[in-house]
């Protein structure tokens, strides 16, 4: 994987097949199977899309996180809150407190209410939101998935953080390397039902069926729920029940830090390889004390910068979500929206021992 630079950050149109494939596996059924299907079942898109329409002034916007306390959502739902002052909107965050299937529900509900211009959500189940999205949309409420998506017809635009396919994908190639190919390893995951890293396991999974991992099994996927807690206790118990284990990937920023954290004060230090998605800012003292070497992430700040725009571009009547259209997203420039409403905003950064501290979030 490369270091991301300015020019990564475009959204990719070639990443269309790996999405796909990743809309494939998240789909539910009744999801519609074409964007042309898709497209009328989106409520209040059917108007045409006017590239060159301002953008409206007074816009409110929800951001819908998997759960509050999550220090990467804060970070993605603030920027996203500061971009809107930008434009002249306004912007708010609430959700709740836990990223269960359906603690989302009541939220959206109430910000159907309130009448908001655009719904932002990074969705904790790919369907159990789906019937009250729909709503919104039919009262013509935009409604932008980030970091983790609904089914495709429940939402007009995914905002991905990057490639589903080069994050699973690399991860564990990344792994394979610190390990030298050879080994038991094991996934520890955020909750089951998460879209986002359900989609990063998967190709995962695909990746380890390549010959040059056959060698590497994978033992166990463990789910942490994204609870700080709970993902300390799966790190124990997973290193309990396989003590040669040999490596953990936790493609999740609460499950790194807490499994980090209880590597650092056991045994285990330097003996397992931990890699996986965390904050420079979480992980920075368990790169310093030698825990762990390297992980990745892109940058949460900008993710939510993106969203905002492109829900400021959906309300304003400048894209539908059609796949080709493209909008400028502020400071970060012209984005495309690819196939199925996604638009990505880049590559994701290595962080290690050399890099990390010019990284502050
Ligand atoms: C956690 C959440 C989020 C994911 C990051 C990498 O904060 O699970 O959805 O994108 O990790």
């Known amino acids: 994987m490369m270091l991301r630079n300015a020019a990564g950050r475009r959204a990719v149109a070639s990443a269309a097949a790996a999405v796909s494939l990743a809309l494939a596996l998240t789909a539910c059924s009744g999801t519609t199977k074409d964007s042309e299907e898709s497209g009328s079942a989106k409520a209040g898109s059917s108007a045409k899309a006017d590239p060159d329409a301002p953008l409206k002034k007074g816009l409110k916007l929800a951001f819908l996180p998997k759960q ?63 019937g009250p999205l729909k709503q919104a949309m039919k009262k013509d409420i935009k409604v932008v998935a980030y970091d983790s998506d ?22 564990v190639q990344h792994l394979g390397e610190q390990i030298g190919y050879k080994g038991k390893v094991a996934i520890l995951s955020a909750t089951q039902n998460a879209t986002n890293q359900n989609t990063w396991i998967e190709y995962m999974k695909q990746e380890l069926k390549l010959p040059k991992y056959k060698d590497m099994e994978l033992v166990k996927v463990a789910y942490g729920d994204d609870a700080d807690q709970k993902s300390f206790q799966q790190t124990q118990g997973l290193m309990q029940a396989y003590p040669d284990l040999k490596g953990i990937i936790s493609p999740t920023t609460v499950g790194i830090a807490a499994a980090a954290r209880y590597l650092s004060d056991s045994s285990y230090k330097g003996k397992v390889v931990l890699n996986g998605l965390g904050t420079p800012n979480q992980m920075r003292k368990y790169i310093k004390n030698g825990t762990l070497e390297q992980f990745s992430l892109w940058n949460p700040e900008e993710l939510g910068y993106l969203g905002s725009y492109a829900a400021a571009a959906l309300a304003s009547g400048q894209i539908t979500g059609a796949e080709g259209e493209k909008f400028k997203a502020g400071k970060l ?10 638009v990505i905003l880049g590559e994701p950064t290595v962080f290690d021992a050399k890099n990390i501290d010019s990284f502050d979030f």
């Open 68 to 130: 509050i306390n999550n220090p990467y959502e804060k970070l993605i739902d603030e920027a996203g809150i500061a971009a809107a002052k930008e434009y002249g909107g306004t912007g708010k965050e609430v959700g709740p407190s836990d990223a269960s299937a359906s603690s989302q529900v009541s939220y959206i509900n109430t910000l159907i209410q309130q009448r908001q211009d655009a719904i932002l959500v990074a969705a904790n189940d790919p369907n159990a939101v789906c």
């Open 150 to 171: 609904t089914a495709k017809d429940c939402r007009q635009l995914f905002i991905n953080q990057a490639g589903s396919e080069e994050i699973g994908r690399s991860l």
């Open 333 to 342: 420039g012209e984005y495309t929206i690819g196939k199925d409403g996604e």
